[in-house]
């Protein structure tokens, strides 16, 4: 098992920036590629972003790529998102997440996190 905790979260202007983070406890953390997904009420929850065990395939939604950045710190068991150029469009809770078996095109994760509201006011 792998225990996460997103941090992070909040109240923000559209064009502004967050950055969220996960911190990983329990099993290897650098064994998981780690992710995010997003959800608003009445909607499906949505593939974000994802990126390997050794910090390489990461991908992203086309709804996010060239504003969010995903990195991660495996020395401090954490995965971090930055978010720029925020629209209120990408209002939502961010969940955490985690996958072992992720082969750098498709994110299925295992193992979640309670998620972090952000709200993006226009």
């Known amino acids: 098992q792998v225990q996460l905790v997103e941090s992070g979260g909040g109240l923000v202007q559209a064009g502004g920036s967050l950055r969220l983070s996960c911190a990983a406890s329990g099993r290897t953390f650098s064994y998981f590629a780690m992710g995010w997904f997003r959800q608003v009420p009445g909607k499906e929850r949505e593939f974000v972003a994802a990126?390997?065990?050794?910090?390489?395939?990461?991908i992203y939604a086309d709804s996010v790529k060239g504003r969010f950045t995903l990195s991660r710190d495996n020395a401090k068991n954490t995965v971090y998102l930055q978010m720029n150029s925020l629209k209120s469009e990408d209002t939502a809770v961010y969940y955490c997440?985690?996958?072992?078996?992720?082969?750098?095109?498709?994110?299925?994760?295992?193992?979640w996190g309670q998620g972090t509201q952000v709200t993006v006011s226009s």
């Open positions: 997440a985690a996958d072992s078996t992720y082969d750098g095109s498709r994110f299925n994760p295992g193992h």
């Open positions: 990126i390997g065990w050794r910090a390489g395939n990461t």
